[in-house]
């Protein structure tokens, strides 16, 4: 294909990580199923990834992937991994380990589980707003997304928050599809540490419980059968990357795009019925998840092209939100949007767990920011964008209001 000569998927290109959108279009019109020059698969078509992610032939399990063996090349980076996998979480395995862990842990993400954390969620919201309400400035980031999501699981003391920010901050880094092995290094070191500090979070957890979801995690038990130490630290590990870093970036990515569109941000305003529809728009618009990934468990078509076993395929979550076929007019925010089958959440057996807490935040969040903060606007300083690819955020989100 003489295209796919001059169309390159690097999601690392600073005009890529700043707006990945263009190039997102390009593929998917010149090239949906894209063989990159790191030789895995790119799929940015709608269709194609929501069927890949519902395709029992492809895994979820790296260690089924081809690639495996290049993280291995350093013995220490070897050897955290093969500790690690005494207990991978659920998000890195395939049936039936998958469906026993799924199962379990469900029983503290229920409607009424994430209906129980309303109050606490609002209370949190309130007093985070309460600080800034005065001062006429604010980092949505700082000082409403990132604390927001930590407090409500696991109720990170503010004393261990820094630390337990530096550790998770390291760790997303393995989900960026190439790692630098200093990177990967330090993000492996940061994992260990966190499983120390959890360790300890779950022991005291367990002589006090309290109201939060690690609590809930402790207390889950089917037919009899519990979560075992091991397995219940590397859930947590998953939440703090899948649950935690996600909903920080869809609460600042939401509101950047808001105040980027102050006609939304008005309509919103008017009508706060829409609040529902809106959070899937902002899902949709800029997907805090970029891509995911399978390991292709037999050779396979995907649109007319041979995926063998062993191969990575990439599923661009942000592409597949953006695709005309699915979406008309994809690029426009539009907060009534109907139908919105956006795959920010994932699909498949993997489906994101935590969607009806991520969404009850998010709702939260951004329902208290219209309210106390009507005149919220962007400034003084630009947006800084997060480093990572996979993740799509900011770091920083600085705003100001009449105060
Ligand atoms: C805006 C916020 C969030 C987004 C965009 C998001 C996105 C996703 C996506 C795309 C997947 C599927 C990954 C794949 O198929 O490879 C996933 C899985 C998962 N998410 Fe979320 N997530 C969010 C919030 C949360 C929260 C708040 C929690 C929990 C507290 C959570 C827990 C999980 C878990 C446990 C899985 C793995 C489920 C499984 O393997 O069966 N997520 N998430």
Aim: hydrophobic residues 45%.
């Amino acid at each position: 294909m003489s295209t796919s000569e001059t169309l390159a998927f690097n999601p690392f290109l600073p005009e890529v990580h700043e707006d990945p959108y263009p190039l997102y279009h390009r593929l998917r019109a010149e090239d949906p199923v894209h063989r990159s020059a790191l030789g895995m698969w790119v799929l940015t078509r709608h269709a194609d990834v929501l069927a890949v992610l519902r395709d029992p032939r492809m895994s979820r399990d790296p260690r089924r992937s081809e690639r495996i063996e290049l993280l291995r090349s350093s013995a220490e980076v070897d050897e955290l991994l093969t500790s690690e996998e005494a207990a991978p979480s659920m998000l890195f395995v395939d049936p039936p380990d998958h469906t026993r862990l799924r199962v379990l842990v469900n029983k503290a993400f229920t409607p009424a589980a994430v209906e129980r954390l309303r109050p606490r969620v609002e209370a949190i919201v309130a007093g985070l707003l309460d600080r800034v309400a005065g001062a006429g400035a604010m980092d949505v980031v700082e000082d409403l997304a990132y604390p927001l999501p930590v407090t409500v699981m696991f109720g990170v003391p503010e004393a261990a928050r820094e630390r337990f920010r530096a550790w998770s901050r390291e760790l997303v880094r393995l989900l960026d599809p190439v790692v630098a092995s200093d990177a990967l290094e330090r993000a492996l070191q940061a994992r260990l540490a966190l499983r120390g500090y959890l360790r300890g979070l779950v022991a005291e957890r367990r002589a006090h419980p309290s109201g939060d979801l690690l609590t809930a995690l402790i207390v889950a038990e089917d037919h009899g059968h519990k979560l075992s130490e091991a397995e219940l630290v590397s859930m947590c590990v998953l939440l703090l990357v899948a649950g935690h870093e996600t909903t920080v970036n869809l609460i600042a990515n939401g509101t950047v795009a808001l105040l980027r569109h102050p006609e939304a941000w008005a309509q919103l305003q008017a009508d706060p019925s829409l609040l529902g529809s809106a959070v899937e728009e902002l899902l949709r618009y800029d997907s805090p998840v970029q891509f995911t990934s399978r390991h292709a468990l037999a050779d396979l078509d995907i649109g007319g092209r041979r995926v063998r076993a062993g191969e990575t395929v990439v599923a661009v979550l942000g592409a597949a939100n953006r695709d005309p076929a699915q979406f008309p007019d994809p690029d426009r925010l539009d907060l009534a949007r109907k139908p919105n089958r956006h795959v920010a959440f994932g699909g498949g057996i993997h489906f994101c767990l935590g969607a009806p807490l991520a969404r009850t935040e998010a709702r939260i969040a951004i329902s208290a920011l219209l309210a106390r903060l009507p005149g919220l606007e962007l400034g003084p300083r630009p947006p800084v964008r997060r480093d990572t690819v996979t993740l799509r955020g900011l770091a920083s989100l600085p705003a100001k209001f009449p105060p």
